[in-house]
């Protein structure tokens, strides 16, 4: 629902009534991921649940809904020989749920999108399947919750599992009896976490850092730059970085919170910024942890890392030289290998020519991760 919130948010205010769609579960080569929305109104639809492939079908559903049939989980895609006959040309499987929303069916949007504008995690359980009331919604923060599933006992235990998932960055579907029961799945609830992004930490104001700041936040991140020089660390120079920060390297890190979603990419090339910094940086549970220089200079890095008492597992954790083989000379080049690794890791991707590999484009994600906003 992010990539649609802001035209929906303005639908809802002038009290419009629409129907949404959004993908809930994936299987295969599915061209979206979970929480992939679009909405639809007579005449007019935005965002996309399948890049183009069942567009059309999911239109006419939405349209349906909107006008008054009950909220539906619709499943589209067949086996790869059949997928060109019902447009899932990529021969995945999506489960989408339709439901309408205006002010009357859905009041906690004004809430909600608040809460992603200022940054506040905030959840969205509903049912999608099963003997319960389907279309039931629960808004889960960290400190409250707001509207019912149906039941307190499903309540809590929706809760519960919700708050840890919403601290994850995870989007998927719990299973659930009725009265919340673990151990029985005859209710599907999907759960959409709306993290605030997944940060991005650049060490050193150079042209790289100003690249690799221009890709993270066209990936989403939330993107810091941070150097000891206040004459190259500057807003002007680096236009696409939420924040720029004047400040040692490591005394910036070991200040700031980092948590498993966090990138921190060191491209100082530099021993009296990047040895300390990179000390601070591989003891926290940051997803990524990659330092730019030659072969040389990793090193040379490597043997001051392990004079300075930091433990080999730690050492091990290091992505350097930083990004993948590509051949990249320019900023720019190189700030695409270092996304490229970054993704790669993120979805278990093996890094060579989708020419020489066989089986599924669209793997699994890697353990512990969900939507695109997860550990990476």
Known sequence: MRDVLDQITRWWETGERFGLATV????RSAPRPPGASMAVRDGEAVGSVSGGCVEGAVYELAREVAEGEPPVLQRYGVSDDEAFSVGLTCGGIIDVFVEAVSREAYPELGEIAASIAARRPVAVATIVAGPGPVGARRVIWPSHASGSL???RLDD???????GMLAQGL???RRYGPEGERRLDDLQVFVQSFAPAPRMLVFGAIDFAAAVARIGK????HVVVCDARPVFATAKRFPDADEVVVKWPHDYLSATEVDGRTVICVLTHDPKFDVPLLEVALRTPAAYVGAMGSRRTHADRLARLREAGLPEAAIARLRSPI??????RTPEETAVSI???LIGLRWGGSGLPLTETTGRIHGDPAPGDGDP???L
């Open 323 to 328: 990004g993948l083989d590509l051949g990249a």
């Open 171 to 173: 989007t998927g579907v």
């Open 218 to 221: 066209f990936l989403g991140y």
């Open 339 to 341: 996304a490229a690794e």
């Open 373 to 375: 906003g997860g550990a």
């Open 150 to 152: 149906g039941s307190a």
């Open 24 to 27: 809930v579960g994936t299987f």
């Open 157 to 163: 235990a929706v809760d519960d599992d919700v708050r």
